[in-house]
């Protein structure tokens, strides 16, 4: 099983619609999470942090359920630009901090 | 611009030789990874410094991947002989002591032919 688990996808939908994503992970001692986006042929780069209590950040929300192992990320009002790479990491506590990635989920918003 | 840099961009080199790829992370982030994508999937870890210490290679991270971060600043990961296998994405990636997010560069895309 892998560390971190994420339905690749893609996951194609209207411009204006709400489209939510799931991750499950396997390490029970993790402690930070994350969500990051990347465009084709890019770097990752962090969408937003995940806290215990949720968050949202404008359009974008993103939830952690410790008992089920499984962080969310929920976008609202899909824009075509939101359309890319959606990549859940999480790390364990400890020196080492390792942040690890999911596979991605592809999200295409189309008009 | 003081965000993470890599060198080179790209690089197409032919079965069997040698490459060096360098990574320049945020000066005040003491910790560097080093992880490899390829297509349709996630980053995956090959090696993490703390400072000037290696402190975790992963088992991807074969016997001809090697990588240093002499003075604790800038990194280099050489990969000996190189195979077709080995063309992928190269990633680094830094961040601050506390937990926070990690920065990545652009990346160096490496091609075997």
């Known amino acids: 099983r892998k560390e971190v688990e994420q339905d690749p996808g893609p996951f194609n939908v209207p411009e204006g619609a709400t489209v939510a994503f799931n991750c499950t992970y396997s390490n029970s001692a993790s402690q930070s999470f994350f969500w990051y986006r990347q465009d084709c042929r890019k770097e990752p780069k962090l969408l937003m942090s995940v806290y215990s209590s949720g968050n949202e950040d404008g359009r974008f929300t993103a939830q952690l359920n410790r008992a089920s192992q499984y962080i969310s990320l929920l976008i609202r009002d899909s824009k075509l630009s939101d359309s890319a790479t959606y990549l859940c990491v999480v790390s364990a506590s400890g020196g080492s901090y390792i942040p690890t990635f999911g596979r991605g989920t592809s999200l295409i918003v189309h008009p | 611009d003081t965000g993470v840099s890599q060198n080179p961009r790209h690089k197409i080199t032919k079965r069997g030789q040698n490459v060096t790829f360098r990574c320049d992370p945020i000066?005040?982030?003491?910790?560097l990874y080093w992880y490899r994508q390829t297509l349709g999937q996630g980053p995956e870890f090959l090696t993490y410094f703390q400072n000037e210490a290696q402190l975790e290679k992963s088992r991807l991270l074969s016997d001809r991947f090697s990588a240093e971060r002499p003075k604790g600043s800038f990194s280099t990961l050489e990969i000996q002989r190189t195979e077709q296998g080995d063309s992928a994405m190269y990633l680094c990636?830094?961040?601050?002591?506390?937990?926070?997010?990690?920065?990545f560069g652009q990346g160096t895309r490496l091609t075997v032919v």
């Open positions: 990636a830094s961040r601050r002591p506390e937990n926070t997010e990690a920065f």
């Open positions: 000066s005040e982030h003491n910790r």
